[in-house]
Nanobody, 122 residues
Framework: QVQLVESGGGLVQPGGSLRLSCAASGSIFGISRMGWYRQAPGKQRELVAAITSSSSTNYADSVKGRFAISRDTALNMAHLQMNSLKPEDTAVYYC????????????????WGRGTQVTVSS
């Protein structure tokens, strides 16, 4: 009913940049919060950055000053600009969104994308 598709991952050298995008599609009536999470091998999934419908943002301490989240409400998209990448940023990055559909009316449900791999290595 709702699909989230991430793109923009890849291999980058330390100090480099990548821009991730998340596109939401389906019978979407509204999206409140959108976020990016990541999961490195052997570690728990963690929040990287999130943005609300009013464009309020929050970031993990480890990425503050290096990453920037944005969204295009009209296109149901979110982006994560990642600068000054470090090897410890290597992980699968997942998009998450709280979505209400025509069927669910005023109730928001959380949806996840399948993830995109980001590898920071020389």
């Amino acid at each position: 009913q709702v699909q989230l598709v991430e793109s923009g991952g890849g291999l980058v050298q330390p100090g480099g940049s990548l821009r991730l995008s998340c596109a939401a599609s389906g019978s979407i009536f509204g999206i409140s919060r959108m976020g990016w999470y990541r999961q490195a091998p052997g570690k728990q999934r963690e929040l990287v950055a999130a943005i609300t419908s009013s464009s309020s943002t929050n970031y993990a301490d480890s990425v503050k000053g290096r990453f920037a989240i944005s969204r295009d409400t009209a296109l149901n998209m979110a982006h994560l600009q990642m600068n000054s990448l470090k090897p410890e940023d290597t992980a699968v990055y997942y998009c998450n969104a709280d979505v209400r559909t025509i069927a669910t009316s005023n109730t928001y449900f959380g949806y996840w994308g399948r993830g995109t791999q980001v590898t920071v290595s020389s």
